[in-house]
């Protein structure tokens, strides 16, 4: 079946550009988590939705991170004035029941550079 | 809040050795431990996980032990192929009391390579 998808696969923005970074998650999946994982690090959490809720939102870096679920299946997770810290690789990962009761499932990420 | 420490950052097994990853975590209410494999241009895949009230957990060549008094657990692959070689990270979570919203603290990552 269908796993976890993002898009797109790469990003390039210059510094100070807005980036919109989308993720389709398994369906029926409750959970779905954003990461950032820095180049030869581990994943960082940055949030959590149950359905459309935005339960925890605590590892986003500054506000110019946001990231919506508004109909509980498709989430964006949206980058403003883009900045050179922020290149990363973002994961976006789901699951079936809430928290981590059921497995998580990883997309491939997105990798976004910033000039 | 919660650390993880990982080792060891880089491991080097000939093909049909067992290799060993450690971790190490700081909140003693720590209670579900997943292992993940990510090769390269991928997201992690999930291998095992184990939940605090075992100590041990199997699925065919890799194990899971947890030692809740030390707060340490690892990995242990058996019979290692070269297929195996990628980056494994460990990751706990914290336990919030009432809940948790599934915030996994990730180790650093160690990067297996297995020798044919």
């Known amino acids: 079946g269908a796993g976890v998808s993002q898009s797109p696969r790469y990003k390039v923005a210059k510094r100070g550009q807005d980036v919109a970074l989308r993720c389709d998650p398994i369906s029926g999946h409750v959970s779905l988590f954003w990461y950032q994982q820095a180049l030869g690090q581990g994943p960082e959490f940055l949030t959590y939705?149950?359905?459309?809720?935005?339960?925890?939102k605590s590892g986003l870096p500054s506000d110019r991170f946001f990231a919506e679920r508004p109909e509980g299946s498709v989430s964006t997770l949206k980058i403003q004035r883009t900045q050179q810290e922020d290149s990363a690789v973002y994961l976006c990962?789901?699951?079936?029941?809430?928290?981590?009761?059921?497995?998580?499932?990883f997309g491939n990420g997105t990798r976004l550079t910033v000039t | 809040g919660e650390n993880v420490e990982q080792h060891p950052s880089t491991l080097s097994v000939q093909e049909g050795d067992s290799a060993v990853i450690k971790c190490t975590y700081s909140d003693s209410a720590s209670n579900y431990f997943p292992w993940y494999k990510q090769e390269l241009g991928k997201g992690p895949q999930l291998i095992i996980d184990i939940r605090s009230n075992v100590g041990e957990k199997k699925d065919q060549r890799i194990a899971v032990t947890l030692n809740k008094t030390a707060k340490h657990f690892s990995l242990h692959i058996t019979e290692t192929q070269p297929e195996d070689s990628a980056v494994y990270f460990c990751?706990?979570?914290?336990?919030?009391?009432?809940?948790?919203?599934?915030?996994?603290?990730f180790g650093q990552g160690t990067t297996l390579q297995v020798k044919p």
């Open positions: 990962a789901s699951s079936l029941e809430p928290g981590l009761n059921s497995p998580l499932h």
């Open positions: 939705f149950q359905n459309e809720a935005q339960l925890d």
């Open positions: 990751a706990a979570i914290p336990f919030y009391g009432s809940g948790n919203t599934g915030k996994l603290i």
